[in-house]
């Protein structure tokens, strides 16, 4: 079997001077995998100052080789996918890894193709004892697989969280700049807009999960809908607890015809079988019924609470940790109150 | 664009609406549409140059043959069956049954008697006495696991040669077959309003000159949204009605036209089942088919049918006549599926879907008129289900390829649709068969259940061996009025007031409440077999509720509910979308609605026109499960 | 100004399946595929609505949908979709499902795409779900766009605002619920779709009869794909056993569940 060689190509985060969090955890993954083969760890970085960059690398053994520009500055195919490519091409490696991230998803296909290799993302672990062997999972999160790949170069795009981040000690590594040439960009980017509503309620690196399901907006024990209140009272935890919003599908589509219920919520927020599987610590889950398709967007959160008022749902047979059977709108409340006293 | 002249239905407000030409509606694909449509199909396949192909109503193109189907797929029939299969063979004489998914040719027949082996069911004294007798004989002469094999099975239940199927697989069967061709199109996730009627100008009387789609962009109440969008009418040459047994159209075609002196559509059946993944080591083989009566409630016949690759599908039928105003079916098949004699080759299995319907088991007593101008009826909804045999897919589909053979004739000889030629030739086929003769001998073979569970089987015995010449007679009331609203039992009156505290303490319905009051033993889940109502209704499928469309279930007057004690509309909801609300008005989630029907015929208050207070409407989407 | 629009689709089992996977010859497959209940993948059917509301507003533009899957399945899943929205079918028949490669598939579509004629690749947005719902690898559009010689690509797309000038502005999700914004010069390009803004259209029956003169000519001329697996290797296929042990709090007051509650969120 030919030694394998490998690559972890890394970005810059939106300020452009350091890299991601998700790039430096990919950098651990690389490494151990490189430990492991005992084969050499090459690093490639993608920035607008590779330079500048690499000083989120000390002391890793490893040649770090650079492309820097303007162009680079925002995440954009034709740019990205070039920079990849040449990186590739310096490093001539046989594993290529890279973090799951937005920039890096919207080119590792497009770069696969270019220099002829295969590729699998969304990866949860790397293991195998002399072969590569990878996790992924395939039905959004309903079956877990493992797979190797004869052909190389292969790349692994690495889903976040899954390693942590690499924090090296003294010593800088001397980065080596690639020359990239760029194809005419006809794509400008102009900028990131976050949500008119409300603020941002997506926060990928919050501690804890809070998914509103479809009970939060029927009919309560007087007869009636309470989604102001409901509203109301999902802001203030958030806003208490800094906590990220997921929602079941049954809720964000409840309004008919794409207009929510509670006009904080978009398709964005859906965790599920037809949304997000985001990774957090902790989930609590509230006015949901647990079943499968719900939990499946659950696939990466490590403690699990859900209050129901159903003792029979489906977070409480085996999909949560604690299962509270009780008024969410009567608990949140409380909680509020009580965050609020101890802040 | 078209503005009616003629008229759709009571409600439906006059505006311009967009027109489609069809020489043939169709509205529902269910067997007998499947039928219908292979046999027409298959003759223009056969010879698509052929003039009587030709459309009337688009120039140079074979005839426009268009299906609508609520569903959203058409594999979303809800039936495990046997079938003798005498007409599906008929239309398939090369069938290979590996071609349909969960199809198995019959194997072996059993008929149980099922003992109660927990003593919550309410079981007359005759049969108490025979009970004792058989228990004495356990471990002989048939008797095991609180269940009595009867040592032989009556002729008319036989289903020698027949095929054990999911109506669901079948349907897409024979539906990816028919669409292939390009004739015919079948419209998923459509539901039909109603009938188009016209004023009959060659007689007195109606005749139906198509059919109205149902309006889109609306909000739950029918009130037109921002996105409204008029339903469509598709005028056609030919409506063929196949919409089941409380379908829209006939329906409305039956209010409208009335029915024949003396029918009715009175008697009634909830049916649900369990399909379920059996254990590895399992000694049924597939073909294996079970009928059983006596548990869990005397008046309550179960299934088995063992399926290929240890699946089976697993139910129960609860009547209009089991007069119990908290009557129910889930909590029912729970403890049916763990009678001993079930349970013991259940027990280590899997639950994968779930599925229910109600069923017209009024036989030809509750036959519409067969043809009109302009109309046909077939399958289910059209009398056709023999009650005898239990039997009613074959029948159905039979319908359906008697009536297309009536089409061909009369495209052949260019005649048109009228209540004459559809009699003379359609209606005339039908009465010359054998699902006549067998529905003939069937008649009033479930009569005896109205005086009672014992003479209830000794008269579907006496007409199943006379062959329907004798039988006992009865009064067989309104579904309605056969919901008992007093229950003299003592103990009754005594659990009412016990439930009462429990419904109120633990916040579950009244009906399951009651059960467990009478005995029956709490369910304890084990999330395998044994779940949730809500859990099942998520299990290998799920209900489909677009939004866009109006609730297809209106209480009519709020005050009737309100001043009803009984409830049964929520006891019998399959998927629990009817529950108790604030102010004694059930409140309906669609969301959950199965389309089963069941609350139709389970509803005790009569409004002044004399009309169910339960309105049923034309409905999109229901329970959307492949393994049924 | 008019648009070629080509969306790719594959279909998926409805999503509320019980999904199982079992060892078929070629690797893994799911139990009891073919009766499963087929809809179109969801977010490349977020991408044919845009697509259709594009084209809507660009008179003389066309739209493709060019699917692979099993022909049986495609033919059903047709008869829902045909009923939204008007399109042209290129169907490729093959046993496709999550388990199967996905530049293999890349590969089948792009022949689908370059062999349809009257196709301008100088007006061609090409569309699809930024992932499947069954692989979910977001790799077969990229892949597509390459093989036709496309470098302007985007992924996670909710929001395309075309200008009078051929240019659009493009939202795309990236981290933190946010949204990327850029401006492309013009076709062609690659959208990968997640949701977008529109609701899923009304069934329409003379859409669907529209669209049945070309979608019954196009599964009945469907050319099968076979699709190779470019080296990868299953080595395991299963579902998770992760069954956690339960507490189920049935009597606590609301306030001493809350006071639960907070002291769970406050612990590291």
């Known amino acids: 079997m030919m030694p394998e060689a490998i690559l972890v190509l890394t970005h810059t985060d939106e300020a452009g001077s350091s890299l991601t969090k998700s790039s430096l955890e990919t950098v651990t993954a690389g490494k151990t995998l490189a430990d492991r083969l005992e084969t050499p760890l090459v690093i490639g970085i993608l920035a607008t100052d590779s330079n500048a960059a690499a000083k989120s690398l000390p002391g890793l053994n490893a040649r770090i080789l650079g492309v820097s520009g303007e162009a680079f500055e925002k995440p954009q195919y034709a740019a990205d996918v070039a920079a990849c490519e040449a990186l590739c091409n310096a490093a001539q490696a046989t594993v290529i890894l890279a973090p799951q991230s937005s920039r890096m998803a919207r080119v590792a296909a497009g770069l696969a193709h270019r220099i002829s290799g295969s590729i699998d993302t969304h990866i949860t672990s790397i293991q195998g004892d002399e072969a590569i062997e990878v996790t992924r999972w395939l039905y959004r999160q309903r079956i877990e697989a493992t797979i190797t790949r004869s052909v190389r170069p292969w790349i692994l795009l690495i889903e976040g969280g899954v390693c942590a981040a690499y924090e090296g000690h003294e010593g800088e590594g001397e980065l080596e700049q690639v020359a990239v040439e760029l194809p005419e960009l006809r794509t400008n980017v102009i900028g990131t807009r976050a949500p008119a509503h409300s603020g941002q309620t997506i926060r990928p690196d919050a501690k804890m999960l809070f998914v509103a399901g479809a009970g939060w907006t029927k009919k309560q024990a007087d007869g009636q809908v309470h989604a102001g209140e409901a509203g109301e009272l999902i802001l203030s935890f958030l806003q208490k607890t800094s906590a990220s919003l997921g929602s079941s599908k049954s809720l964000v589509d409840q309004g008919g015809d794409g207009q929510p219920v509670l006009p904080f919520l978009s398709h964005m927020n859906q965790v599920g079988q037809t949304g997000a599987t985001p990774r957090h610590p902790k989930g609590l889950a509230t006015c949901c019924h647990g079943e499968e398709p719900h939990v499946v967007g659950w696939r990466f959160i490590t403690e699990r609470r859900a209050i129901s008022l159903d003792p029979n749902c489906g977070w409480a047979r085996g999909k949560a940790d604690v299962v509270y059977i009780a008024d969410a709108f009567k608990v949140i409340a409380k909680v509020n109150e009580l965050l609020a006293l101890k802040a | 664009m078209n503005r009616m002249k003629e008229t759709a239905g009571s409600c439906a407000p006059e505006i311009e609406r967009p027109t489609l030409e069809a020489d043939i509606a169709c509205v529902g694909f269910g067997p007998a549409m499947g039928g219908f449509l292979t046999t027409l199909n298959r003759a223009w396949m056969a010879n698509p140059a052929d003039p009587m192909f030709e459309s009337k109503v688009a120039a140079g193109l074979p005839l426009q043959v268009l299906c609508y189907e609520r569903a959203d797929d058409i594999a979303a029939g809800v039936s495990g069956v046997v079938t003798a299969a005498q007409g599906i063979r008929g239309s398939f004489p090369d069938l290979n049954l590996a071609d349909i998914s969960m199809a198995a040719p019959v ?460 409830k049964t509309c929520i006891a019998m909801c399959s998927g629990q979308a009817l529950t108790s609300g604030s102010g004694d008005i059930p409140v309906f989630e669609r969301e959950k609605c199965v389309h089963c029907g069941a609350c139709i015929w389970n509803c005790t208050q009569i409004t002044g026109e004399g009309l169910t207070n339960i309105e049923f409407r034309a409905g999109v989407g229901g329970l959307h499960s492949a393994e049924n | 100004m008019s648009l070629h629009i080509v969306v790719c689709a594959g279909i998926v089992p409805d999503p509320l399946q019980t999904l199982e996977p079992i060892a078929g010859p070629n690797g893994p497959a799911l139990k009891n595929e073919m009766m499963l209940p087929a809809v179109l993948d969801p977010w490349a059917a977020s991408a044919l609505y845009e697509a259709a509301t594009l084209v809507s507003k660009f008179p003389g533009s066309r739209l493709w949908l060019v699917s692979l899957g099993p022909k049986a399945k495609l033919q059903q899943v047709m008869m829902t979709i045909a009923q939204k929205v008007t399109f042209e079918l290129v169907a490729v028949d093959s046993a496709s499902n999550g388990f199967a490669d996905a530049s293999a598939t890349a590969s089948a579509l792009a022949s689908g795409i370059a062999a349809i004629p009257d196709l301008d690749r100088t007006k061609l947005l090409l569309f699809g779900g930024w992932e499947s719902a069954s692989r979910g690898a977001g790799v077969t559009l990229q892949t597509v766009g390459e093989l036709l010689g496309i470098t302007d690509q985007f992924a996670g797309v909710d929001q395309i605002d075309m200008r009078e000038d051929g240019s659009f502005e493009v939202l795309e999700r990236v981290e933190g619920g946010k949204h990327q914004a850029s401006v492309c010069a013009g076709a062609p390009a690659v959208l990968g779709w997640a949701t977008g803004n529109l609701p899923e259209p009304h069934n329409n029956p003379q859409i669907g009869m529209a669209n049945m003169r070309t979608v019954m000519p196009a599964l009945q001329r469907a050319k099968q794909a076979a699709l190779t697996n470019d080296g990868q290797q299953y080595l395991s296929a299963s579902l998770p056993s992760q069954q956690r042990q339960t507490r189920v709090v049935r009597d606590l007051a609301p306030d001493a569940i809350a006071q639960e509650l907070v002291e769970w969120i406050r612990t590291q």
Request: hydrophobic fraction near 40%; proline fraction near 5%; glycine fraction near 12%.
């Open chain 2, 107 to 566: 194997t072996s027949e059993r008929i149980l008697y099922l003992l109660d082996p927990i003593g919550a069911s309410r079981r007359p004294l005759t049969l108490r006495i025979a009970d004792r007798v058989l228990r004495a004989l356990n471990g002989t002469l048939g008797v095991r696991d609180h269940a009595y094999e009867l040592p032989w099975s009556p002729r008319f239940l036989h289903k020698t040669g027949g095929l054990v199927m999911s109506i669901g697989q079948f349907n897409q069967w024979v539906g990816t077959q028919i669409m292939a061709s390009g004739l015919v199109q079948i419209w998923p996730g459509m539901p039909v309003s109603q009938p188009l009627f016209a004023q009959n100008f060659e007689r007195t009387g109606d005749q139906v000159v198509g059919i109205r789609l149902t309006d889109q962009g609306v909000e739950k109440n029918g009130e037109p949204g921002a996105a409204y969008v008029a339903g469509i009418d598709v005028r056609a040459r030919l409506t063929v009605i196949g919409d089941g047994p409380f379908g829209s159209v006939g329906r409305a075609i039956d209010q409208r036209m009335g029915m024949p002196s003396g029918h009715d559509k009175r008697e009634w059946a909830l049916g649900m089942k369990f399909v379920i993944e059996l254990p590895e080591e399992t000694a049924l083989k597939a073909g294996t088919v079970w009928h059983t009566f006596g548990y869990p409630e005397p008046a309550i016949f179960g299934f088995l049918y063992v399926h290929p690759e240890r699946l089976a599908s697993v139910g129960i039928f609860v009547p209009s006549w089991l007069g119990d105003p908290s009557r129910t079916v889930y909590r029912y098949l729970q403890h049916y599926i763990q009678h001993p004699a079930l349970w013991r080759h259940l027990r280590d299995g899997k639950l994968r879907s779930w599925g229910a319907k109600s069923l017209d088991e009024s036989g030809q007593h509750g036959e519409p008129f067969l043809v009109g101008d302009g109309y046909a009826r077939i399958g289910e909804g059209s009398g056709s289900t023999n009650m005898l045999a239990g039997s009613g897919v074959d029948e159905a589909w039979t319908t359906g390829v008697q009536l297309a053979e009536a089409v061909l004739e009369l495209l052949r000889n260019q005649r048109s649709f009228t209540q004459e030629n559809l009699a003379a030739i359609y209606e005339a086929r039908r009465r010359a068969s054998w699902v006549e003769q067998n529905a003939r001998n069937a008649i009033n073979a479930r009569n005896g259940f109205h005086l009672g569970f014992v003479p209830g089987i000794i008269g579907m015995a006496i007409a199943g061996m006379t062959g329907g010449t004798i039988s006992l007679g009865a009064n067989i009331p309104p579904a309605h009025k056969q919901i008992k609203k007093k229950q003299g039992k003592s103990k009754d009156d005594l659990t009412r007031a016990e439930v009462a505290k429990l419904v109120v303490d633990d916040g579950r319905p009244l009906h399951d409440a009651m059960m467990s009051a009478r005995g029956w033993p709490e369910i304890v889940f084990d999330g395998k077999l044994l779940v949730s109502q809500q859990d099942a209704l998520m299990l290998g499928g799920k209900v489909q509720a677009m939004p866009g469309f109006a609730d297809h279930l209106v209480f009519r007057d709020a005050g009737l509910c309100i001043q009803c004690d009984e």
